[in-house]
């Protein structure tokens, strides 16, 4: 009787710990500053995710037709970092989609300050393809992966 209660013990406390565990990590919240999403197409359109939060943390993640496949951390500069700040409140600052309806192009997501959601198909809108690529660059700029 006595193990069968230390079974219980001990498996109770596990549960309790994992379940506890999990509770705090959803509560971790999440400073997106920027995230760029390119989803696939039915070629090799490159597929990954690459964000930014607000301590100047980068977070990349590698999943198709890329040249660097899996998860990938670096920290940008202060100077450019402050020029990224400055190009997203500059042009992107409303929710915006374009040309969702077509089908076989590659569909880009971007979240700015967990605020603006931005959607396109194909290529860039000319609205902010500048800034888009300026940004592309800076996020690139302290790594050594190439930009897909």
Do not use: H
């Not at 999403?37 to 490159?46: L, R, W």
């Not at 020029?83 to 500059?90: G, V």
């Amino acid at each position: 009787m006595q193990k069968l209660n230390c079974i219980l013990l001990i498996t109770t406390l596990l549960i309790s710990c994992n379940v506890f565990n999990n509770e705090t990590i959803k509560k971790i919240p999440t400073d997106v500053l920027f995230e760029l999403k390119k989803s696939g197409c039915y070629g090799t359109c490159p597929i990954y995710n690459i964000s930014i939060d607000a301590n100047g943390n980068i977070k990349y993640e590698g999943k198709r037709f890329v040249e660097a496949i899996g998860s990938f951390t670096w920290q940008m500069n202060d100077k450019d970092f402050k020029e990224l700040r400055a190009l997203l409140n500059k042009k992107m600052t409303e929710n915006v989609t374009y040309n969702l309806n077509a089908q076989d192009l590659p569909l880009t997501q971007l979240n700015i300050n967990n605020k603006y959601k931005i959607k396109f198909k194909g290529g860039c809108p000319e609205k902010f393809k500048t800034e888009l690529q300026q940004i592309k660059l800076l996020l690139w700029k302290n790594t050594e992966l190439k930009m897909p």
